[in-house]
């Protein structure tokens, strides 16, 4: 399987749609969405002026809320949902 992204578009719904569907703060849908950039922790980290630590709580919170275990879960599920928003569906 692969997946092209292209990391410098986002549909602007998707983390409304992330805070709407799992109830992610701000931060959380944050960290998700860099995530599925494939940005490195540290490197969200110090986008986010936060250190490595409150970036892996964030994102440990966001597999709890998504009830994913691993990043490329969490970004396949996340590719799944842009997908719909790109193409004009609905998930809720």
């Given at each position: 399987l692969a997946v092209i992204v292209d990391p410098g578009?986002?549909?602007p719904e998707l983390a409304a749609m992330l805070?709407?569907?799992y109830g992610l703060?701000?931060?959380?849908?944050?960290?998700?969405h860099e995530v599925l950039r494939g940005?490195?922790?540290?490197?969200?980290a110090d986008r986010m002026s936060v250190?490595?630590?409150t970036?892996?709580?964030h994102l440990q919170r966001v597999f709890d809320k998504t009830r994913t275990h691993r990043q490329a879960e969490l970004a396949r599920l996340l590719l799944t949902i842009e997908a719909g928003l790109e193409y004009g569906?609905?998930?809720i």
């Open positions: 578009r986002e549909p805070r709407r569907l703060t701000r931060a959380e849908a944050t960290v998700a940005e490195g922790l540290q490197s969200v250190s490595l630590s970036v892996r709580i569906g609905h998930l």
